[in-house]
């Protein structure tokens, strides 16, 4: 039985495990380097909205007023399908490239109402705060596989369930406009995406 995808053109792509380990290394060096850099495009998409908001740089602040103002379920409506377009072209090479830094900028955007709650509670450095672990937590565990080789992929259900648990959190407080929930699944939130 094989576990290689095919792709439309009938070219089998093997997996790379199966790659000797000097082609392993470089492939998961451009794959991490390239996870974060969309941190860093993310972060600097959601928070330059909100500097210019502050700042009274009219650009970023029209920007940062039409995503703040957005209902947080059409913000959730945006998000996923900007997830279900990034994933369609995901075989596309060059256009997935493309489509993840453009599901990093939307999903920085739509975080702006977000970062705005977070920077009311907890202050402005916050999100430099935030930004800042997020990077350490993702190069140090990054560095970990890098060094010592080892797969981490069994994470994987543990963080799908938990990802399908905080957006049934959010959805919750949104739907029922528990006030005084509304920061819970806001911490749970930055908790697992620095994870």
């Known amino acids: 039985m094989s576990y290689s995808m095919v792709r439309p053109d009938g070219v089998a792509v093997r997996p790379a ?38 700042a009274e740089i009219p650009v970023l602040a029209e920007v ?32 997935n490239i493309v489509a993840f830094y453009g599901f990093a900028v939307v999903f920085g955007l739509i975080s702006v109402s977000l970062f705005m709650m977070a920077m009311a509670v907890g202050g402005p450095f916050i999100l ?5 672990i997020t990077c350490l937590v993702f190069g140090g565990l990054s560095g970990f596989v890098l060094v010592t080789g080892k797969d981490l992929s069994h994470f994987h259900g ?20 528990m006030a005084g929930m509304a920061l819970g699944p806001v911490g749970i939130a930055l908790s697992i995406l620095a994870a």
């Open 128 to 132: 430099v705060q935030a930004l800042g």
């Open 17 to 54: 495990a199966t790659a000797e380990t000097g082609e392993r290394v470089r492939f998961l060096q451009k794959v991490y380097m390239t996870l974060f850099s969309g941190i860093v495009v993310f972060g600097l998409a959601g928070i330059l909205p909100v500097v210019g908001m502050a």
């Open 158 to 177: 543990f963080l799908m369930i938990g990802l399908f648990v905080l957006l049934g959190a959010v959805v919750t407080t949104i739907l029922m406009q």
């Open 64 to 95: 940062g007023m039409l995503f703040a103002g957005l209902h947080p379920l059409v913000a959730l409506a945006i998000l996923i399908g900007s997830s279900f377009a990034a994933q369609s072209v995901s075989m596309v090479r060059g256009l």
